[in-house]
Nanobody, 123 residues
């Protein structure tokens, strides 16, 4: 339905900041069907966990471990989402995945994922 591509990951020292970006591409029909975009992260042997999500209606939700440090925002276009990460901790290390939730006019709900971007926070 849509293709997602993350950028902005990398290596940073504890206490530093990074900004992740995600752009969705594809047909305008499915771009307009994007209901929410968000970020999840995963480490080897662990389940993928919610970092932050933003709905098209403007509501946001954050994982408990990042509240007060991370901020999710949407671009002017419906197909972009950003994650500003401040006061990074070593436990924030992981692969960060962008997700788009689609609700097309013909019904159903579809989740699309990006390939992931590595974030490493050194102590």
């Amino acid at each position: 339905q849509v293709q997602l591509m993350e950028s902005g990951g990398g290596l940073v020292q504890a206490g530093g900041s990074l900004r992740l970006s995600c752009v969705a591409s594809g047909s305008i029909f499915y771009i307009n069907a994007i209901n929410a975009m968000g970020w999840y992260r995963q480490n080897p042997g662990k389940q993928r966990e919610l970092v932050a999500v933003s709905t098209t209606g403007g509501s946001t939700n954050y994982g408990d471990s990042v509240k007060g440090r991370f901020t999710i925002s949407r671009g002017d276009a419906r197909n972009t989402v950003y994650l500003q990460m401040n006061s990074l901790k070593p436990e924030d290390t992981g692969v960060y995945y962008c997700k788009a939730q689609l609700r097309p006019d013909y019904g159903g709900r579809y989740d699309c994922w990006g390939p992931g971007s590595q974030v490493t926070v050194s102590s």
